[in-house]
């Protein structure tokens, strides 16, 4: 098996993000991997559709605060369960998950394998644009392990 020293997880709140983090937990154990555990807050609500498309409106900075707020209290319920003996650090991120996730932060970090679950909450989402699973296994670099529970 391939060892891996820096492990970037995908997490959105989800029944398989916290299965990928199980997963991934298990992995930086077994390896001694740092984890780098993430939740990308999209600055962007899709509100339905109009017109051509579909009409998009840029949260105000009083939304994306509190988006960041919950991200960041997600982020300590899931570093909680954890095992104490693996590293790892904890990062709300701004922007589109699809590409955070496949070629920002394994970039960045220098992450060998990006674990994420194989649906997230946002069903929209995934119905309109495809899932962000889907995307990061056809454009990311690194090895990928999609968690379905």
């Given at each position: ?134 995307y990061v296994v056809r454009n990311t670099k690194v090895d990928t392990l999609v968690v379905n529970e």
């Amino acid at each position: 098996m391939k060892h891996y020293k820096t492990i970037l997880v995908g997490l959105d709140g989800s029944t398989n993000s916290l299965s990928a983090l199980e997963k991934a937990g298990e992995l930086a154990r077994l390896m001694d991997a740092k984890l780098v555990l993430v939740t990308v807050v999209k600055p962007e609500l899709q509100v339905g559709f109009g017109g051509p498309g579909l009409e998009v409106n840029t949260l105000s900075a009083k939304q994306l605060e509190v988006k960041q707020e919950q991200a960041q209290k997600m982020l300590a319920k899931y570093q909680a369960k954890l095992p104490e003996q693996v590293k790892h650090q904890a990062l709300v991120v701004f922007g589109d998950p699809k590409v955070v996730l496949s070629e920002t932060l394994p970039k960045k970090y220098q992450a060998e394998l990006v674990i994420i679950g194989a649906t997230g909450l946002n069903k929209l989402d995934h119905f309109i644009l495809g899932s962000t699973a889907a995307y990061v296994v056809r454009n990311t670099k690194v090895d990928t392990l999609v968690v379905n529970e």
